[in-house]
Nanobody, 127 residues
Framework: QVQLIESGGGLVQAGGSLRLSCATSGLTFSSYYMGWFRQAPGKEREFVAANSRSGAYVSYADSVKGRFTISRDNAKNTVYLQMTSLTPDDTAIYYC????????????????????WGQGTQVTVSS
């Protein structure tokens, strides 16, 4: 059974930082591209960041470039999202997802391209 479990969310003031973690089990983690998405109330789920199996390829949404960093530890089957300079617009439920990506190259950015999802972790940024 595949499981993706996010942690690290919480309440933070604008300008602050958080580090999200996503621990996985039941899949060959190093074979999967990993992504982070978020969904704010009343909005569609949107791409945040993703990386390739080795982490060599990374991709970010324009809204988080320069502020968020995705990384992974294949030995721990875990992907991370370091978030800095947070603003209230970053408030959302953050989900990690695993993509059995065919081939190599840039990570996928659409939710439908991902095969497994976590349950999400709430991030709230106060002004």
């Amino acid at each position: 059974q595949v499981q993706l479990i996010e942690s690290g969310g919480g309440l933070v003031q604008a300008g602050g930082s958080l580090r999200l973690s996503c621990a996985t089990s039941g899949l060959t983690f190093s074979s999967y591209y990993m992504g982070w998405f978020r969904q704010a109330p009343g909005k569609e789920r949107e791409f945040v960041a993703a990386n390739s199996r080795s982490g060599a390829y990374v991709s970010y949404a324009d809204s988080v470039k320069g502020r968020f960093t995705i990384s992974r530890d294949n030995a721990k089957n875990t992907v991370y999202l370091q978030m800095t300079s947070l603003t209230p617009d970053d408030t959302a439920i953050y989900y990690c997802a695993a993509d059995n990506h065919r081939g190599s190259g840039a990570p996928d950015k659409y939710p439908s391209q991902y095969d497994y999802w976590g349950q999400g972790t709430q991030v709230t940024v106060s002004s």
